[in-house]
């Protein structure tokens, strides 16, 4: 049984950081893919990033690239989304979520992908 927990939300300023970490557990096989959604008060949750857990190949919408980092400690089990240069827009909650297939040259950037989420994080950017 998957069960992924995030953690690491907050309140921070227009321009500041924040890390995002979701610990996962029953993550047992080498083919699955990770990844970051978010969904903002009235609007429908959306991508953000991936992660395949071997090889790391990395997928990003196109809003965060160059502001985000999607990463993973595998020892620990844990998927990391350090957030730089944060926006009023990027005010959501984050949820992390896993897909038991690896995905290589295609975006996984739909929410069917993905059959386990956690229960999301509260990320608001004031301005």
């Known amino acids: 049984q998957v069960q992924l927990v995030e953690s690491g939300g907050g309140l921070v300023q227009a321009g500041g950081s924040l890390r995002l970490s979701c610990a996962a557990s029953?993550?047992?096989?080498?083919?699955?893919?990770m990844g970051w959604f978010r969904q903002a008060p009235g609007k429908e949750r959306e991508f953000v990033a991936a992660?395949?857990?071997?090889?790391?190949?990395?997928y990003y919408t196109d809003s965060v690239k160059g502001r985000f980092t999607i990463s993973k400690d595998n020892a620990k089990n844990t998927l990391y989304l350090q957030m730089n240069s944060l926006k009023p827009e990027d005010t959501a909650v984050y949820y992390c979520a896993a897909s038991p297939t690896y995905y290589s040259g295609v975006t996984p950037s739909r929410q069917y992908e993905y059959p386990y989420w956690g229960q999301g994080t509260q990320v608001t950017v004031s301005s």
């Open positions: 029953g993550v047992t096989s080498s083919s699955y893919t």
């Open positions: 992660i395949n857990w071997i090889g790391g190949s990395t």
